[in-house]
């Protein structure tokens, strides 16, 4: 089977009992790399991020059993991914006793020396004006630029209203054109 399984059938194999692992191994073809590249965005660090997706799909297979379908499985599993993205930050932060600007300021640095991170100077750029946005504006910005998510997939995920969620990615960009043109 391919990743293009619909999520109707992995939530069916996964009810069974003899097909729960194949369902999993599905879900994990299907979201993985998307999920990685979210947390990726939001943490930087490529070894946080795989910790984080580790974490993240432990919790999905712990928390699959109760997922309701009123949801997509997809805006659920962004729903863990994101929260556990601002765990480790806000963490990060306290651990360091330091504000989330300095937290940003680290993570930019160490996009820079990343050796995982092989962007050109226009992504590299990309990447530091993002790190200057407050943490809600960022994830609007990532999940709308980067995963392609309409506006009312990322309220389902972040519950937030739709129109507050345009405003945020119009600040957004506003401050990423601003960056972008200052550190020309």
């Excluded at 619909?6 to 692992?21: H, M, V």
């Excluded at 930050?89 to 020396?113: F, G, I, M, R, T």
């Excluded at 994830?139 to 129109?163: A, P, R, W």
């Amino acid at each position: 089977m391919s990743a293009q399984v619909s999520d109707t059938e992995i939530l069916s194999k996964f009810q069974d009992e003899k097909t729960r692992n194949q369902a999993f191994s599905l879900l994990l073809k299907k979201y993985q790399q998307k999920i990685y590249w979210h947390v990726r965005r939001m943490v930087i660090n490529h070894d946080d991020a795989d910790d984080l997706v580790q974490d993240i799909f432990v919790k999905v297979w712990k928390n699959l059993p109760g997922f309701r379908s009123d949801a997509q499985l997809y805006t659920w599993m962004y729903r863990i991914a994101t929260n556990e993205c601002i765990t480790f930050l806000n963490k990060k932060k306290q651990k360091n006793n330091v504000p989330l600007d300095d937290v940003a300021y680290e993570l930019s640095e160490s996009l820079a020396d990343s050796t995982y991170f092989n962007g050109d100077k226009i992504q590299m750029k990309l990447q530091q004006a993002l790190l200057t946005l407050p943490e809600k504006q960022r994830l609007v910005f990532n999940m709308k630029y980067y995963d392609e998510m309409k506006y009312e997939e990322i309220s389902e995920v972040l519950g937030t209203s739709v129109g507050a969620l345009k405003a945020s990615f119009h600040l957004a960009v506003k401050k990423i054109e601003a960056f972008l043109i200052e550190k020309d």
